[in-house]
C-alpha cells in the first residue's frame, strides 16, 4: 500500500482494492451453517459487489435503491405482494421458473408459466363440459378440450385441474364487482383417458398494477404494463411435478411482448373459430413425473 492511500476504518482494507473488501465480507458469510443459504448468500455478495463496481454506484444512488427496496414491502399486505410484481417484471421469475422445468422440456414436458397472484383457493369442483362463466359474463364462448399425461403420453387419470381466467374485460371475479364469486374459474378431475372440458369466454389481457413502485419503475423505463390474454391452468397428479402454466391467445397485441415475459414460444395458442361466433383450444398437458409438491396459494 502507498503511503498516499487513505486507509479505510476497518484494518487492510484500501479504497483502492475492492478485491480486498469483497474477501473480507465473503469470509464474514462462511459461518452460515445451512449450506444452502451460504451458498446464496455468498453468490449474491459477490453480484452486488460485481454491480456497484460496474455502475460506479454512488451513495445517493445506493440510498434511492433502498427506498425503492421499503417502498416494495411497504406497498406489500395480504391481499397484494408487490415484491411478486417485482421479480415478474424483471424477468426473473420467469428465469427461475424455466430453469426448473429445464429437464422436463428436454424430455417433451410443457412449458410452465407463473402461476400468478390471483389464483384462488377453494375454486368450484365442476363436471366435464360446464361452464365457468356466469350467465352474466358477455363474450364470445370458449370451449376448452384437455388431457393431462405423463412424458411417456400415459393418460394420468384422477389428476386435478384448475383454471382461471380474466373476463372478456381484462378483470378478475375479485378485482371486479360485477362479476359474482369465482367466476371464470374451476377445478375438474381428469377421467380414465385424462380428459377434461369445459366452456367460458374468451379472455382478455389487462395490464399489471401500477399503483405501487413497479408501476413508477415501470413508466420510468418507458415500458407498456399489459399481459396478452391468457387462461391459467395447474395441474396436480399423483407421482408427478405440479404444473402451473398459462396458454396465451396467439391473436393478441402483446402476445409476444409480455410485460412480465411468460408468454414463451411454445404456449402461444391459436383460439381456432368454431364456425359459430365461438372458440375452442385443444390443450396437452405433459407432466414430469417427481414430487407433487403444490404451490402456495396467493388469494383465499
Ligand atoms: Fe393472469
Not at 425503492?68 to 421479480?87: C, R, T, W
Not at 401500477?210 to 395441474?235: F, I, S
Not at 375452442?280 to 414430469?288: H, I, K, Q, S, V
Amino acid at each position: 500500500m502507498s503511503a498516499r492511500e487513505p486507509i479505510m476504518a476497518t484494518t487492510g482494507l484500501s479504497a483502492t482494492d475492492p478485491q480486498a473488501l469483497l474477501d473480507a465480507v465473503l469470509r464474514s458469510n462462511a459461518g452460515t451453517t445451512e449450506p444452502r443459504l451460504r451458498q446464496i448468500l455468498a453468490a449474491a455478495i459477490r453480484h452486488l459487489h460485481a454491480f456497484a463496481l460496474e455502475t460506479e454506484l454512488t451513495p445517493a444512488e445506493l440510498d434511492i435503491g433502498l427506498d425503492f427496496l421499503v417502498a416494495i414491502g411497504q406497498a406489500s399486505g395480504p391481499k397484494k405482494h408487490e415484491g411478486i410484481l417485482l421479480a415478474d417484471i424483471l424477468g426473473l421469475a420467469t428465469l427461475v421458473q424455466l430453469r426448473g422445468a429445464r429437464h422436463a422440456l428436454a424430455a417433451g414436458g410443457t412449458e410452465p408459466a407463473l402461476v400468478g397472484p390471483f389464483w384462488r383457493s377453494g375454486q368450484p369442483l365442476r363436471s366435464h363440459g360446464e361452464c365457468i362463466a356466469s350467465a352474466e359474463t358477455p363474450g364470445p364462448r370458449l370451449t376448452v378440450r384437455g388431457r393431462v399425461c405423463s412424458l411417456d403420453g400415459r393418460p394420468l387419470a384422477g389428476a386435478r385441474v384448475e383454471t382461471w381466467q380474466a373476463s372478456p374485460r381484462g378483470l378478475y371475479d375479485n378485482q371486479d364487482a360485477s362479476q359474482p364469486n369465482m367466476n371464470l374459474r374451476g377445478r375438474f378431475e381428469t377421467d380414465a383417458e385424462g380428459r377434461f372440458s369445459f366452456l367460458s369466454v374468451r379472455p382478455a389481457g389487462y395490464p399489471v398494477p401500477t399503483d405501487g413502485p413497479c408501476g413508477e419503475l415501470l413508466a420510468a423505463q418507458g415500458r407498456h404494463t399489459m399481459r396478452p390474454a391468457h387462461l391459467h391452468v395447474l395441474v396436480v397428479a399423483e407421482g408427478h411435478r405440479v404444473l402451473a402454466t398459462q396458454f396465451f391467445d396467439a391473436e393478441d397485441p402483446h402476445a409476444h411482448d409480455d410485460v412480465v415475459f411468460g408468454a414463451v414460444g411454445s404456449l402461444l395458442r391459436r383460439f381456432e373459430p368454431d364456425g359459430q361466433g365461438g372458440y375452442t383450444l385443444d390443450l396437452e398437458l405433459r407432466l414430469e413425473p417427481g414430487a407433487t409438491l403444490i404451490p402456495k396459494c396467493p388469494l383465499p
